[in-house]
T-cell receptor, first 112, second 115 residues
């Protein structure tokens, strides 16, 4: 069974520092990997989708890399801002039609 | 605006009562999902549906039931058999085909509390 792990569970950084969030998965046979942001008491907002054939995906200050062979993805957020404070979750797609496996998330606090 | 709506935002259930959570999408997606989220844990899949009139149990289906009579709607009933239903419930949808491009979108969630 596919297992997805996000370490650390929480981190705090000063404003302006770059954020590095990790996601690891046990089975490299994935279709894609998706990064989400969740604010307290809210639903998940999709940030980036990386297809299994891609090595990275970028959107604004966000960059996500994927290394299937080692079962890892990293989300980089450049020049962090207090508004980036949220929980970040990753999910891998293990079936072609859409069964996703989620990590527990990393809670991020960016201090002014 | 295309998206997923869930209602109500907050729901309170008494012991022994069944309650139904609503989920509607206008994204024309084939696949829909229900997840449960507990503090400090990842999302756990309750039920999913690939097409109308078909649905499958997820990892924690006991005490829950669903229906998929319309493409746009996927209501979840939390029955009295679910012993610990207090949680945050999230509905999602995806295209359901073309695995590489299959991206999941979420509704705003329903917080269910047992009184």
């Amino acid at each position: 069974k596919q297992e997805v792990t996000q370490i650390p569970a929480a981190l705090s950084v000063p404003e302006g520092e770059n954020l590095v969030l990790n996601c690891s998965f046990t089975d490299s046979a994935i279709y894609n990997l998706q990064w989400f942001r969740q604010d307290p008491g809210k639903g998940l907002t999709s940030l980036l989708l990386i297809q299994s054939s891609q090595r990275e995906q970028t959107s604004g200050r966000l960059n996500a890399s994927l290394d299937k062979s080692s079962g890892r993805s990293t989300l980089y957020i450049a020049a962090s801002q207090p508004g980036d404070s949220a929980t970040y979750l990753c999910a891998v797609l293990t079936d072609s039609w859409g069964k996703f496996q989620f990590g527990a998330g990393t809670q991020v606090v960016v201090t002014p | 605006d295309g998206g997923i709506t869930q209602s109500p935002k907050y729901l309170f259930r008494k012991e022994g009562q069944n309650v139904t959570l609503s989920c509607e999408q206008n994204l024309n997606h084939d696949a829909m999902y229900w997840y449960r989220q507990d503090p400090g844990q990842g999302l756990r899949l309750i039920y999913y549906s690939q097409i109308v009139n078909d649905f499958q149990k997820g990892d924690i289906a006991e005490g829950y039931s669903v229906s998929r009579e319309k493409k746009e709607s996927f209501p979840l009933t939390v029955t009295s058999a679910q012993k610990n239903p207090t949680a945050f419930y999230l509905c999602a949808s995806s295209i359901g085909t073309s695995g590489l491009y299959n991206e999941q979108f979420f509704g705003p969630g329903t917080r269910l509390t047992v009184l």
